[in-house]
C-alpha cells in the first residue's frame, strides 16, 4: 500500500488521475462516473432543507454501518474532522469499493448549480482494518507526507477545504487549471496536480513544517487560504 492519493477522479486501478476526454463536457464525464459507486450508502437528509448541511459521526457510522470497515475507524475519521472544524466541509459519508490504490476520496456530486461534497471511504483498502494498523499503513508509506491516518484525513480535508463554496462550473475550471500544476519537492503525490500539491502542503501547514514546502507550492497554496 503505497499510493494512498484518492481524489475525486482518480482511477481505482492505476492511481492515476482522470483525464477529461476533450470531446466531453466536465459533466458528461461526471456522470459517467457515477457507476463506480457500487455500495454507496443513501444519505441522511435533513428534514427541511432536504440536505446535510455538515456530517456527523453517526453520518459515517451509518455509511459503514453492516461492510468490513470498522466503526472505529468511522469514529477517527469524525474525530479528525471535529478537531479541525472541518464537518461543514461535507454533506455525507459513503462507502465504495475502489480497488487497492485508493484510500479515501472527496466527490463532488452535482446538485443544481451546485454540488454536496461526500467522504468516500474505500473499503477495498479500510476494510477489516484497525485504527492502528490504518496508522503503520501511512506511516511506512512513502510517496505522501502523510505519516498517519490522522494526516491522511488532514490531506483529505485540504480537498474539501480547496472547493468549499465554490459552484459546480468553478470546481471544474479550477481542475482544469489545477491539473497542468506539477511542483517538484514535497511528495510524489504533490507532483500529481495541484490540487494534490495544495492537500500535501496542508498537512506540512497542520504540521507546522512550514520550511518544508517550496516557494513555488506555497504561492500556490496562498492563492486559496491568504497569506500563512
Ligand atoms: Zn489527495
Not at 19 to 33: D, I, N, R
Not at 167 to 191: C, M, P, R, V
Not at 197 to 225: Q, S
Request: aromatic share 8%.
Amino acid at each position: 500500500m503505497d499510493d494512498i492519493a484518492e481524489r475525486w477522479a482518480r482511477d481505482p486501478e492505476t492511481g492515476k488521475t482522470y483525464t477529461v476526454p476533450g470531446s466531453m463536457t466536465y459533466k458528461q464525464w461526471a456522470a459517467k462516473q457515477t457507476g463506480l459507486a457500487k455500495s454507496v450508502k443513501p444519505l441522511e437528509k435533513s428534514t427541511k432543507s432536504g440536505i446535510v448541511k455538515s456530517i456527523t459521526v453517526d453520518n459515517f457510522k451509518a455509511a459503514v454501518n453492516g461492510g468490513t470497515i470498522k466503526e472505529e475507524v468511522a469514529v477517527k475519521i469524525a474525530d479528525v474532522l471535529e478537531e479541525h472544524n472541518a464537518f461543514n466541509l461535507y454533506n455525507g459519508a459513503v462507502v465504495k469499493k475502489l480497488g487497492s490504490k485508493i484510500v479515501f476520496q472527496t466527490d463532488a456530486q452535482k446538485v443544481g448549480t451546485f454540488f454536496d461534497t461526500l467522504f468516500v471511504l474505500n473499503e477495498d483498502v479500510l476494510g477489516g482494518k484497525t485504527v492502528k494498523d490504518i496508522d503503520k499503513m501511512f506511516a511506512e508509506a512513502k510517496n505522501n507526507v502523510a505519516n498517519s491516518f490522522a494526516e491522511a484525513i488532514i490531506h483529505e480535508m485540504y480537498h474539501s477545504k480547496l472547493i468549499h463554496n465554490l459552484n459546480y462550473s468553478q470546481i471544474e475550471a479550477l481542475y482544469d487549471e489545477l491539473n497542468d500544476i506539477h511542483i517538484d519537492g514535497i511528495s510524489k503525490t504533490a507532483i500529481a496536480d495541484g490540487a494534490e500539491c495544495i492537500a500535501e502542503i496542508g498537512v506540512l501547514v497542520e504540521r507546522g513544517e512550514m520550511n518544508a514546502i517550496p516557494k513555488e507550492a506555497l504561492k500556490l497554496f496562498e492563492r486559496f487560504f491568504g497569506e500563512i
